[in-house]
């Protein structure tokens, strides 16, 4: 089935700020889904940020975020969150919702299955 992924609640914040990003998904196998976020920064490669096991009660991140971010989801509303707190200027970048089948999680771009189209956050110092 084709999976749909619709990312939202990106801005322009100051460094401190927080902001959660949420992700919407179609489809009717959501619970299955291993979720995650990658971000790509100007210039840079696409990075992985955070990713949460089918069940919710496994979650890994980048060293660069672990402590300020946190991803959760819900199953019964298909959505996966990105809580972000304490950010960086170097936080700003399109950020990227996706799906991958197998976990533990995969923390390549490639062995994603399925991606959102990407919402911007941008932090001022």
């Known amino acids: 089935q084709v999976q749909v992924l619709v990312e939202s609640g990106g801005g322009l914040v100051q460094a401190g700020d927080s902001l959660r990003l949420s992700c919407g998904v179609s489809?009717?196998?959501?619970?299955?889904?291993?979720m995650g976020w990658f971000r790509q920064a100007p210039g840079k490669e696409r990075e992985f940020v955070a990713a949460?096991?089918?069940?919710?009660?496994?979650?890994v991140y980048a060293d660069s975020v672990k402590g300020r971010f946190t991803i959760s989801r819900d199953n019964a509303g298909k959505t996966v969150y990105l809580q972000m707190n304490n950010l960086k200027p170097g936080d700003t970048a399109v950020y990227y919702c996706?799906?991958?089948?197998?976990?533990?999680?995969?923390?390549?771009?490639?062995?994603?299955?399925?991606w959102g189209q990407g919402t911007q956050v941008t932090v001022s110092s």
């Open positions: 996706t799906a991958a089948l197998r976990w533990p999680a995969p923390r390549t771009i490639n062995e994603y299955n399925y």
């Open positions: 489809g009717v196998t959501f619970a299955w889904l291993v």
């Open positions: 949460i096991a089918p069940s919710g009660r496994d979650t």
